[in-house]
């Protein structure tokens, strides 16, 4: 693992024994892991969890039941997955293995807010006569922008009339602490087998 020659899908598996073994010199060769981020891409999930251990292997049906019924990461309380159930808070996710890279999915789920969606973020907005508005931003230019209010309305503001404005945030809680590094892998494993139809059929590969 050190040497980064261990079959990907066993990473997190591996670094969970050696987490657990009493041994001296496995805690040596992990920390030696743990000082030694992968090159380029994405580091440290968490600072004694790099997300290398969480793009692969994984079990896309263990993956699919936690976003179903998981009651603590309540994905479908804010998004659309694999039925008509679910709800569009948050993005439609049927297709976003072919929109995401594994990467892209771990940090989605691990640091919400680090890259957000456009249109899904929510922003403040305090105009110049003292009121203060939070939505999301759906559309923008120069001249003005289309908010989103939290009960769905639409607003148009004039970029003249803004007073200040803060970074969008996503309401997406961080999953880490609400599921385990193993099943944000399991997560990990079943969106990103969501491709569209086309996508599907050409890649053979199961
Ligand atoms: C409280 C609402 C909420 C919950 C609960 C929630 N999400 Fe999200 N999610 C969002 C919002 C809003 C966004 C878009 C903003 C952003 O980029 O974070 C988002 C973004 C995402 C993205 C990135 C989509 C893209 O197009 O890149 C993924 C993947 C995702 N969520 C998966 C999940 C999974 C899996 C769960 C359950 C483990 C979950 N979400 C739970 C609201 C939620």
Redesign the pocket.
Known sequence: MVARKLDAGLKLDVFRLAQDSASGEVAAALRKYLAAPPKGGLKMASPDLPYELLTDGGDPARGKA??NG?LG???????R?DSDEG?E???M?RQ?GG??TKE??AE??VE??A???AG???ETIVLKDGTTLAGSVTKENAKSLDFRLPDGKPQKINVTAIASRTP?V????P?LG??TPEE?RD?VAY?SGLKPKAAKSAKTKK
């Open positions: 936690i976003i998981h990461a309540n994905c479908i309380a804010c998004h997955v709800s808070v948050g993005p996710l976003i929109l995401r892209e999915l989605s789920l919400p807010s890259k957000i969606v899904f973020g929510i969008p996503s309401v997406m809680p999953m609400i599921l944000i997560v969106l």
